[in-house]
Nanobody
Framework: QVQLVESGGGLVQPGGSLRLSCSVS????????MGWHRQAPGKEREFVAA????????IYADSVKGRFTISRVYAKDTVYLQMNILKPEDTAVYYC?????????????????WGQGTQVTVSA
């Protein structure tokens, strides 16, 4: 089993920044891809970003490309999502997730493990 715990959400003004963290524990050796997804009220969960096991490959949703950066620090078993130039439409619950063998990483049903989510609200 793998446990994922997100932190770092909160309220921020438009144009501001937040950094989300995802602490990973448990049987982590089988994890290949880590990703972030989000779900706004009344909407389906959508892919935000993903990073490969070695950290060399990253992919982003078009809506966040150029503003968000995903990274991972193996020594801390932590994955980050740096979010800059935040917009009101970024408001959502953000979920960290892990893939063992599923594909593609842009689809929520490829993921085997999920965190509990952290709320991000962008508002003046």
């Amino acid at each position: 089993q793998v446990q994922l715990v997100e932190s770092g959400g909160g309220l921020v003004q438009p144009g501001g920044s937040l950094r989300l963290s995802c602490s990973v524990s448990g049987s982590i050796f089988g994890i290949n891809v880590m990703g972030w997804h989000r779900q706004a009220p009344g909407k389906e969960r959508e892919f935000v970003a993903a990073i490969s096991r070695n950290g060399f490959t990253t992919i982003y949703a078009d809506s966040v490309k150029g503003r968000f950066t995903i990274s991972r620090v193996y020594a801390k078993d932590t994955v980050y999502l740096q979010m800059n130039i935040l917009k009101p439409e970024d408001t959502a619950v953000y979920y960290c997730a892990a893939v063992e063998a599923g594909y593609p990483p842009t689809k929520a049903n490829s993921y085997d493990y999920w965190g509990q989510g952290t709320q991000v609200t962008v508002s003046a």
